[in-house]
């Protein structure tokens, strides 16, 4: 079924991260090239200056390693363990290739980037699909409409008593 929406790493993945907060709105490129299909959402800018939220490790088939960030918003649910997640939240997740290190021997580090994706909570806009809205993007630019048809569909499969949210905080 299509909906369609208005509007537009155990591994330690070391992040250095700052404080930062975005508005939902800012979340929104102008650009239409550079928002998802189906929910408008693009990736926020200073996004990189983030919280960690948490580190994961994927195994095959994707083989990644990964790490999800938040905006205030989101860091503050999170601490309090305010769920569902308030609107305004915005979670980004990075994601590489595994590699070994050739510095440091048995180390797995990030190899090349993969994706990034991002949710951005919003139960107006995005009241069709939990209040979220997804976009997945490969070198800044969105996917195509067919893979972010499965975002919402995987999430309610699979994390409906988190609020569709797979990543745990770690403290």
């Not at 239409?32 to 200056?49: E, F, I, M, T, W």
Request: charged content about 25%; hydrophobic content about 40%; aromatic content about 10%.
């Amino acid at each position: 079924m299509k909906r369609r929406f208005a509007g537009a790493t155990g591994i330690a993945v070391a992040i250095a991260v700052a404080v930062g907060c975005v508005e939902v709105d800012e979340v929104r490129a102008q650009d239409a090239k550079d928002v998802s299909p189906l929910y408008g959402v693009a990736v926020p800018d200073g996004y990189r200056k983030w919280e960690l939220v948490a580190p994961a490790l994927e195994d095959d088939p994707l083989n990644e390693l990964r790490a999800v960030v938040g905006n205030t918003v989101a860091m503050e649910a999170y601490r309090s363990g305010t769920l569902p997640f308030p609107d305004g939240t915005v979670l980004v997740k990075l994601a590489w290739k595994r590699a070994q290190s050739a510095e440091f021997g048995t180390a797995t580090v990030p190899g090349a980037a993969t994706t990034v994706q991002v949710m951005v909570k919003d139960s107006g806009r995005y009241a069709a699909t939990g209040g979220w809205g997804f976009g997945r993007f490969i070198d800044g630019k969105p996917v195509d409409e067919a893979q972010h048809e499965t975002c919402f569909a995987c999430h309610d499969a699979r994390v409906q008593g988190h609020d569709y949210v797979f990543t745990r905080y770690a403290p």
